[in-house]
């Protein structure tokens, strides 16, 4: 008898274990949570009859507390936002990590007024069990609100300041600096950059690695030609550079879309790529695939940052404190440079 007394409980990662689940799912099947597939909940409770599985009733009381919902925050105001294909894949990513572990997404935008008092409202009254947050300008009043809130909270990109204690994010400097280099391997000198908006960190990082390439190299750098990350403002920018630099040689464009842009104006404007001009772009879209030329670019693993998201998500819904994580971008060579 006193050696049974003695016998250690069985954990509930254990139970999760045996039942091939998330500790996550595991908790909200125990406690009768919403959103949990009938097949997971049985094998969670063979899993607990086998172990002799006993909740704590603590556990239990904030457990049955979970909405069994994660929210994908952008700050943008147009609902077109989530057909762009940059954030289509992040949302593919995050989707696949979620319903691995029986949670719903809900997708917000929260860059107007009404917007972000929807979003504050959620993340005050608890009514999501966690929130990825993607976008954030400088000064945006919500990155606060999301570090006080009593919910996981994980930022998908770095936003301008402080770092908040999660994120992902991809090698925004290193990528924007490799794509540098290769231009002024190819022999050009006088490279320009079309950057992104400087109130984002991407934009400010992706500067920041052309920049290092070019003063490494020796060479002065264009100041920032900034756009707003889509065609138009690429084509936009370009044009202005020609203006004013009729000697460029080389562009590192800080996505595909702007530099789409800027091969429509070059084009315009009797400019052979990569003979006269090169140009690289940062994401790896669609659109680098069917440019004309198809375009050099900097892939970055786009889903990936949602699943990746989404799992920091789940395992601070699950209790645990997962660390920052930064993933690696690579340089993939098409025609354009």
Known sequence: MAQDASRRQPT????????????????????????????????????????????NPTARALATRQTGAAALVIAGEDPSIFAD?????????????????????????AASDRGRKRVEELLRSKGA????????????????TAQEAEI????????????????VDVDNVGGARGATEHLLCLG?????????????????????????????????????????????????????????????????????????????????AGRSVPADVAVIGFDDLAIARIADPPLTTV?????????EMARMLVALVGGQDPTPLILPTRLVTRASA
């Open 129 to 144: 069990d966690g929130v990825m947050l993607m976008a954030l300008r400088e000064g945006d009043p919500l990155a606060r």
């Open 299 to 307: 892939h970055q693993p786009i889903a990936a940052l949602g699943l």
């Open 188 to 268: 050009r000198t006088r490279v320009a950059v079309i950057c992104g908006r400087l109130d984002t960190e991407a934009g400010r990082a992706r500067y920041r690695g052309y920049r290092d390439a070019m003063l490494a190299a020796g060479l002065d750098p264009f100041p920032p030609r900034e756009g707003d990350f889509t065609e138009p403002s690429g084509a936009a920018a370009m044009t202005a550079l020609l203006a004013e630099h009729p000697g460029v040689e080389g562009v590192f464009a800080a996505n595909d879309n702007m530099a789409a842009g800027a091969l429509r104006a070059l084009r315009e």
């Open 85 to 109: 294909p940059f954030f289509a894949q992040v949302i593919v990513g995050a989707s696949a990590a979620l319903e691995e572990a029986d949670l719903h997404l809900m997708l917000c935008l």
């Open 12 to 55: 509930l990662d254990e139970v999760a274990e045996l039942a091939g689940v998330s500790r996550s799912v595991a908790s909200r099947a125990l406690n009768n949570a919403p959103h949990v597939s009938r097949v997971k909940r049985e094998a969670v409770e063979r899993a607990v009859q086998r172990l002799g599985y006993v909740p």
């Open 152 to 167: 996981p909270v994980v930022f998908g990109g770095r936003p301008v300041g402080p770092a908040p204690r999660w994120y």
